[in-house]
């Protein structure tokens, strides 16, 4: 049997705070979000949307209404997050080392704040623009 | 005297080795697949970003670029658009399964649940395949 | 093709990655397992053919291989469940070779030993006194603590294959086993090691590993069930600051 003092002060050293399961629950969470999300934007978008042939006219009115471009965003947000969030997942698993897993880390996170400002100006720009 | 199928088994070692779900059991099949779907999901991603970057052109030039990939000359990108709701389709629903699985919920019927979750997905799939289709039909004139 | 005979596919190898496979006919007569076979092979045909063996009754764990494109134990893997006279064998997936079937096992154990699978207790300085447990708390973890560390699993694993950090489920099964027993006190030290990077998180369910395991152990529910415990842990910790996380 093993001297439990003497593992808690080897633990203590190392002061590690391992948050794998964390991030498993927010990937998963953010995967629920999303099939409720996509589900009403495949509804939106391709069967109760208007006329495909006139769909800048749909997706600006859409955005200009306050409760769907908050809901455009969030949903901007959480699938990429839970995209980039399994891409770095599907990365780690190549077996890189623990310095190219930080950097790996920190790439995706700046992809990840990329893609978001854009796709929030982008949709807070068109929502701006005039329907013809 | 290494045979064709010999060599195919090789490829369990090294970075891609997960690709290899042949001769493994159903989970195998299915965690390959999620990844592979995962990623083409994510790639789409960037092509949806990019598609509604066109939105800053204009109403006139956006509804020219949506129509030509719906009602030609690019219209082969339907085909694409129903291998991408296939994807999907099976990416969420497995996924529903994972969520359940890892959280220790239904571990001794998880082959039952990804056949009943994704025959459920593929119904849901081809309801929504058809009526789009009848949308794309009554709002092009085609 | 001979009937009579079992055409034995072995790959032979050496430290330094050459390899070829040479073929091998054994008498149907003479063998029940693909381990007979081999043993047959080396007694008859070729002596320098190299590979692990020891108890022939699927306890000691030795004699793990690659059988037909799925990682077995030779020794109860009966040639003829195989369904083919041809039976191509290669050393385990996931391991280095060190020559023809024999693989260098230690980063198996050295996994095994990161999870602490070995009572833990408070009171630890009075050994000597019998710990007692009821044959239901034994049954609650007695699944998990039939593995014969064959490393079978290890071999089937995929995120095994390509990240070599991962535990992988031989170990994250026995933390259960662990964690699992009325005797043991040491649950929150052992969640800090498979809760972090290379624990829990890295497994994505594929399955292979229960697939393949040969004492039906289950690893691949072990670590669901270890994922599980670890959320609330870490949740736990996360509105715990200051404190170390790994304290009682």
Same mark, same amino acid.
């Given at each position: 049997?093993?001297?439990?003092?003497?593992?808690?002060?080897?633990?203590?050293?190392?002061?590690?705070?391992?948050?794998?399961?964390?991030?498993?629950?927010?990937?998963? #969470?953010?995967?629920?979000?999303?099939?409720? @999300?996509?589900?009403?934007?495949?509804? *939106?978008?391709?069967?109760?949307?208007?006329?495909?042939?006139?769909?800048?006219?749909?997706?600006?009115?859409?955005?200009?209404?306050?409760?769907? =471009?908050? $809901?455009?965003?969030?949903?901007?947000?959480?699938?990429? /997050?839970?995209?980039?969030? &399994?891409?770095?997942?599907?990365?780690?698993?190549?077996?890189?080392?623990?310095?190219?897993?930080?950097?790996?880390?920190? #790439?995706?996170?700046?992809? %990840?704040?990329?893609?978001?400002?854009?796709?929030?100006?982008?949709?807070?720009?068109?929502?701006?623009?005039?329907?013809? | 005297?290494?045979?064709? &199928?010999?060599?195919?088994?090789?490829?369990?070692?090294?970075?891609?080795?997960?690709?290899?779900?042949?001769?493994?059991?159903?989970?195998?099949?299915? !965690?390959?697949?999620?990844?592979?779907? +995962?990623?083409?999901?994510?790639?789409?991603?960037?092509?949806?970003?990019? *598609?509604?970057?066109?939105?800053?052109?204009?109403?006139?030039?956006?509804?020219?670029?949506?129509?030509? %990939?719906?009602?030609?000359?690019?219209?082969?990108?339907?085909?694409?658009?129903?291998?991408?709701?296939?994807?999907? $389709? /099976?990416?969420?629903?497995?996924?529903?399964?994972?969520?359940?699985?890892?959280?220790?919920?239904?571990?001794?019927?998880?082959?039952?649940? %990804? $056949?009943? =979750?994704?025959?459920?997905?593929?119904?849901?799939?081809?309801?929504?395949? !058809?009526?789009?289709?009848?949308?794309?039909?009554?709002?092009?004139?085609? | 093709?001979?009937?009579?005979?079992?055409?034995?596919?072995?790959?032979?190898?050496?430290?330094?990655?050459?390899?070829? @496979?040479?073929?091998?006919?054994?008498?149907?007569?003479?063998?029940?397992? *693909?381990?007979?076979?081999?043993?047959?092979?080396?007694?008859?045909?070729?002596?320098?053919?190299?590979?692990?063996?020891?108890?022939?009754?699927?306890?000691?764990?030795?004699?793990?291989?690659?059988?037909?494109?799925?990682?077995?134990?030779?020794?109860?893997?009966?040639?003829?469940?195989? +369904?083919?006279?041809?039976?191509?064998?290669?050393?385990?997936?996931?391991?280095?070779?060190?020559?023809?079937?024999? *693989?260098?096992?230690?980063?198996? $154990?050295?996994? !095994?030993?990161?999870?602490?699978?070995?009572?833990?207790?408070?009171?630890?300085?009075?050994?000597?006194?019998?710990?007692?447990?009821?044959?239901?708390?034994?049954?609650? !973890?007695?699944?998990?603590?039939?593995?014969?560390?064959?490393?079978?699993?290890?071999?089937?694993?995929?995120?095994?294959?390509?990240?070599?950090? /991962?535990?992988?489920?031989?170990?994250?099964?026995?933390?259960?086993?662990?964690?699992?027993?009325?005797?043991?006190?040491?649950?929150?030290?052992?969640?800090?090691?498979?809760?972090?990077?290379?624990?829990?998180?890295?497994?994505?369910?594929?399955?292979?590993?229960?697939?393949?395991?040969?004492?039906?152990?289950?690893?691949?529910?072990?670590?669901?069930?270890?994922?599980?415990?670890?959320?609330?842990?870490?949740?736990?910790?996360?509105?715990?600051?200051?404190?170390?996380?790994?304290?009682?």
């Amino acid at each position: 049997m093993a001297n439990l003092e003497a593992l808690d002060k080897e633990a203590e050293k190392k002061r590690t705070r391992p948050i794998g399961s964390i991030q498993w629950l927010f990937q998963a #969470a953010s995967g629920a979000f999303i099939i409720f @999300f996509l589900g009403v934007h495949l509804y *939106v978008a391709h069967i109760n949307g208007g006329s495909p042939i006139e769909l800048f006219d749909t997706v600006v009115g859409n955005l200009r209404d306050p409760w769907w =471009l908050a $809901f455009f965003l969030i949903f901007l947000w959480v699938v990429t /997050y839970h995209g980039l969030n &399994g891409l770095k997942g599907i990365i780690y698993e190549t077996g890189i080392s623990a310095k190219a897993r930080k950097f790996v880390s920190w #790439a995706i996170f700046a992809v %990840f704040v990329v893609s978001v400002i854009y796709g929030t100006i982008l949709s807070l720009v068109v929502a701006q623009m005039a329907i013809p | 005297m290494p045979s064709g &199928g010999e060599s195919m088994l090789e490829s369990d070692n090294g970075t891609l080795g997960w690709l290899n779900f042949f001769h493994k059991g159903i989970g195998y099949f299915a !965690y390959t697949m999620h990844r592979i779907s +995962g990623i083409v999901i994510l790639l789409y991603l960037y092509l949806h970003f990019f *598609v509604l970057s066109n939105l800053l052109r204009g109403g006139v030039a956006f509804n020219d670029l949506i129509t030509s %990939f719906t009602y030609g000359p690019y219209d082969i990108f339907i085909v694409m658009d129903i291998l991408l709701s296939l994807v999907i $389709f /099976y990416h969420g629903a497995n996924g529903v399964r994972l969520m359940l699985n890892e959280a220790g919920y239904g571990l001794k019927h998880h082959k039952l649940m %990804f $056949f009943i =979750l994704e025959s459920g997905a593929m119904i849901l799939m081809l309801l929504f395949l !058809y009526y789009a289709w009848q949308v794309l039909l009554s709002g092009g004139g085609v | 093709m001979d009937s009579e005979n079992y055409v034995f596919l072995v790959k032979r190898g050496d430290e330094k990655g050459n390899s070829r @496979f040479d073929r091998f006919n054994v008498p149907k007569k003479k063998i029940s397992t *693909v381990l007979e076979g081999l043993v047959y092979i080396s007694e008859n045909l070729d002596g320098t053919l190299s590979f692990r063996h020891s108890c022939r009754m699927e306890i000691c764990g030795s004699c793990s291989m690659q059988i037909n494109g799925k990682p077995r134990m030779a020794c109860s893997t009966i040639a003829e469940s195989l +369904g083919s006279n041809t039976i191509r064998v290669s050393p385990l997936p996931h391991y280095q070779v060190i020559k023809d079937l024999v *693989v260098d096992i230690d980063p198996f $154990f050295e996994k !095994y030993r990161k999870v602490k699978p070995y009572i833990i207790r408070k009171d630890d300085k009075s050994p000597g006194v019998e710990l007692l447990q009821t044959p239901e708390q034994f049954k609650i !973890y007695e699944q998990y603590s039939m593995c014969i560390k064959c490393g079978l699993c290890l071999a089937a694993c995929p995120i095994s294959g390509s990240d070599d950090d /991962y535990l992988g489920p031989a170990a994250l099964a026995a933390a259960l086993r662990f964690n699992l027993d009325s005797r043991d006190e040491g649950t929150p030290i052992r969640l800090e090691i498979t809760g972090g990077e290379s624990g829990t998180s890295r497994c994505h369910y594929a399955g292979e590993c229960t697939e393949v395991c040969p004492k039906d152990v289950d690893p691949s529910r072990a670590i669901q069930l270890l994922r599980r415990t670890g959320i609330s842990h870490e949740l736990k910790n996360a509105f715990r600051r200051g404190k170390h996380a790994g304290k009682r």
